[in-house]
């Protein structure tokens, strides 16, 4: 009964329902127990580590949102730097465009004020070379001026201060040297141009001699009907040869004033130059 009872009566608990030794089902169901045992400490270990691989996949799967966030932060950072880059070079073209087209002005501009510099140096040394005429042409005119007030007060110039009705006065031409001063100044004045005339030439009138006073005096203290006699010892060749000085006196005047105006333009001009 024992052996036919035995496994209905077997259990987990061997010892309890079955107490012979030599059972067969004894030494199965102790190993089936060991076997249980083992499976349940590996469910439990496998239970552990999927409890852990689950947290861990909760904490792989935020950080994998946190890197994926960080990930778009980057892509947009990325965007910007790529639309700020784009604006840059942009900008850098033009930027290259206004520097070639400054240098360009700048260059055009420096031809140009080196073209402008050579002209005004030529102007400059054309001026120079007509300033030298002028003062060459003012010195002649100085000697010459200089050689007629000598010669009006050397020749002894009587007056007349009564004029016969008689005698008209002599409207001859102008002397030689008249004629000559006209010719210089007239080629002076059409060479000047844009530069200073320094020395001024300035013409004092003829100064009559004290043998003149006298005679003046001794002219004007005869009488009304004593002319006659002083017209006859005045000699028609003075009196020619008198308004031939004074007609070289004024145009010497006209000479002098043309230029003392031609020195007062030539200032003008070196002033406007030199600005």
């Known amino acids: 009964m024992q052996n036919g009872a035995s496994p209905c009566g077997m259990s987990d608990f061997p010892d309890v329902f079955c107490s012979n030794a030599l059972c067969p089902y004894r ?3 102790g190993r089936e127990r060991y076997t249980s045992m083992q499976l ?16 861990k996949s909760e904490r792989l799967e935020a950080e994998v949102k946190a890197k994926n966030e960080q990930l ?3 892509d947009a950072l990325a965007r910007r730097e790529a639309a700020r880059r784009a604006e840059l070079e942009e900008e850098l ?3 290259r465009r206004a520097v070639h087209a400054r240098c360009s002005a700048a260059y055009s501009n420096t031809v140009s004020q080196e073209t402008e510099l050579a002209r005004v140096q030529q102007e400059r040394k054309l001026l120079v070379e007509q300033v030298l005429q002028l003062q060459s042409a003012l010195n002649g005119m100085v000697r010459l001026n200089e050689a007629l007030q000598y010669a009006l007060r050397s020749n002894e110039i009587r007056v007349p201060t009564v004029v016969s009705p008689f005698e008209k006065p002599s409207t001859s ?3 030689c040297q008249s004629q000559s001063v006209s010719s210089v100044v007239s080629s002076s004045s059409s060479s000047a141009t844009h530069t200073v005339v320094s020395p001024s030439a300035q ?3 003829p100064v009559a001699s004290n043998e003149d006073s006298d005679e003046v005096k001794k002219s004007n203290n005869i009488p009304f009907g004593d002319s006659k006699g002083v017209d006859k010892h005045l000699s ?8 031939d000085c004074h007609l070289a006196v004024a145009s010497m005047r006209s000479v002098i004033s043309e230029l003392e105006s031609l020195r007062i333009c030539l200032n003008s001009l070196r002033a406007e130059t030199s600005k």
């Open 40 to 55: 349940t400490a590996a469910n439990r270990l496998l239970e552990e580590g999927q409890h852990y691989l689950t947290l």
């Open 93 to 95: 073209v033009e930027l």
């Open 173 to 175: 031409a102008p002397r």
């Open 27 to 29: 030494q199965i169901i």
């Open 236 to 243: 028609p060749m003075k009196d020619n040869k008198h308004e």
């Open 72 to 74: 778009q932060q980057l």
């Open 203 to 205: 013409v004092e009138m």
